[in-house]
């Protein structure tokens, strides 16, 4: 089955419609005046200056990454031109929930890129001796670098009472070289779907960072047929029927101009059409391939929420999918008295009562539940109630594969029970 080599691909270049390839700057679109920025921010590099710290903002796809990418990008080669090494470090936070794991992944990926062993390990060592190793190696290798933060909003750490970790890196990355632990010149840039962070930073790390704010808007429906376009060549000649480009662009215009979004489903739609060995990409692999993203997408957005969130969203989950009782909608009561059992399980940071219903109202966001505030007559006061929009039991196997949860998830008896045990106290009440 491996020999046979099958019908031919409709790609000849799918790396094209990968949506973290960097691109060359002609395949960009609709982001003149951002790439003029950040051109002219990072441009006293190439003079032997400090640049500014930036602030990239806007939603999801609207091009943050491909702009920063392609334009460091660029100074690497210049750089290397005039014998000089500019360093670009660059992390994204969704799967990161502590300082020191951040700091850890910065000198992974500092070390990979020149080729060095990592020189401390993962755990066991303090978040200070991974600081110097990170410095040893910059200064070792690198005359300048940038750290590009990506996704910095996640970044909060594990405990809500304390000043977040994306913070905390703020300061210390942001002030790197004026304490002179890195020789070289350092800028620092923030990549966000989110700038409301900006207000719970320390006000040292505030004065430290003072980035450049950069601002990136939804594309519109002709921006994204210009940009899928622009990567047809991905796809073989005449591979590609006439209504596909404006379908998929009509398709991510409605999820807010995410160009993130079209060229992934760009993409199913040609993987879907090699799967079946047929010779070009229509209109039903578009649509067949947009289905599948909307059946999956409340499951990958489980993959990107902080641990505690995660927790949350568990011991919620687990109410709705093992009540007994004839409706599936949890009480916020209930649900945090079994996030208490679950985090005591697995010896994790326990939130307030009031943290808990914050995060799992935020879940109405990513559209996983919908929130209503319910009475329990006079004199029983208020309280939230949570009813999943997709299969509670789905969301429960995707943080199981993700997080501490392994062990309770083994227990589902127990848990069955502990669940049913908080609805009949809440309602016998």
């Known amino acids: 089955m491996l020999d046979d080599e099958g019908e031919a691909s409709v790609f000849v270049n ?33 003079q032997g200056n400090r640049p500014p710290n930036m602030l990239l903002y806007g939603p999801a796809g ?6 920063i990418g392609a334009v460091t ?38 070390a990979k890129d020149v080729g060095a062993e990592i020189g401390v390990p993962e755990t066991g060592v303090s978040t200070k001796r991974k600081y110097r190793r990170l410095y040893e190696l910059i200064n070792e290798h690198y005359d300048s670098v940038i750290f590009i933060i990506d996704e910095i909003d996640l970044l909060v750490g594990r405990r809500a009472s304390d000043e977040p970790a994306y913070s905390k890196l703020l300061y210390q990355l942001s002030r790197a070289s004026n304490t002179n632990e890195i020789e070289g010149r350092v800028s620092v840039a923030a990549l966000t779907n989110d700038p409301k962070f900006m207000e719970d930073i320390d006000g040292r790390a505030e004065s430290s960072f003072n980035p450049r704010d950069v601002y990136f808007p939804d594309y519109d429906a002709t921006q ?39 060229i992934d489903l760009f993409r199913g739609a040609g993987d879907l059409a090699d799967e079946r060995g047929d010779e070009g990409v229509c209109e039903d692999h578009v649509r067949e391939s947009q289905e599948e993203i909307d ?44 996030y208490q059992w679950v985090t005591d399980k697995i010896d994790a940071d326990q939130m307030t009562r009031e943290t808990y219903v914050k995060y799992v109202k935020e879940l109405s966001t990513y559209g996983l ?28 196997n995707r943080i199981v594969d993700d997080t501490r949860l392994e062990g309770i998830a083994e227990q589902e008896e127990l848990l069955r029970s502990v669940a049913n045990s908080q609805l009949r106290e809440f309602y016998n009440k």
């Open 295 to 338: 059946k999956d997408r409340s499951l990958k957005l489980v993959e990107g929420l902080t641990t505690q969130k995660k927790i949350s969203l568990y011991a919620t989950a687990s109410v709705a999918c093992y009540s007994n009782r004839s409706t599936s909608s949890v009480p916020s009561p209930v649900g945090f008295k079994v």
């Open 62 to 67: 609207t091009g943050k990454s491909l702009i």
């Open 14 to 46: 799918r790396d094209l419609v990968e949506p973290d390839t960097i691109i060359d700057e002609e395949r960009i679109v609709g982001r003149d005046k951002q790439l003029e920025s950040v051109v002219s921010f990072l441009k006293p590099t190439l």
């Open 224 to 262: 994204l047929r210009e940009i899928l376009g622009n990567r047809r060549d991905a796809f073989r000649p005449n591979a590609l029927e006439d209504d596909v480009i404006p379908l998929v662009a009509a398709f991510a215009a409605q999820s807010h101009g995410d160009a993130r979004k079209a």
């Open 73 to 110: 990008q660029q100074i690497i080669e210049l750089c290397q031109s005039k014998g000089e090494r500019f360093g670009v470090v660059d992390i994204n936070c969704q799967p990161i929930n502590t300082l020191d794991q951040a700091v850890y992944e910065l000198v992974q990926t500092v």
């Open 369 to 396: 539940i919908s929130a209503s505030r319910k009475s329990r007559g006079r004199g029983g006061g208020m309280y939230m109630e949570f009813t999943f929009t997709g299969d509670p039991a789905a969301m429960m």
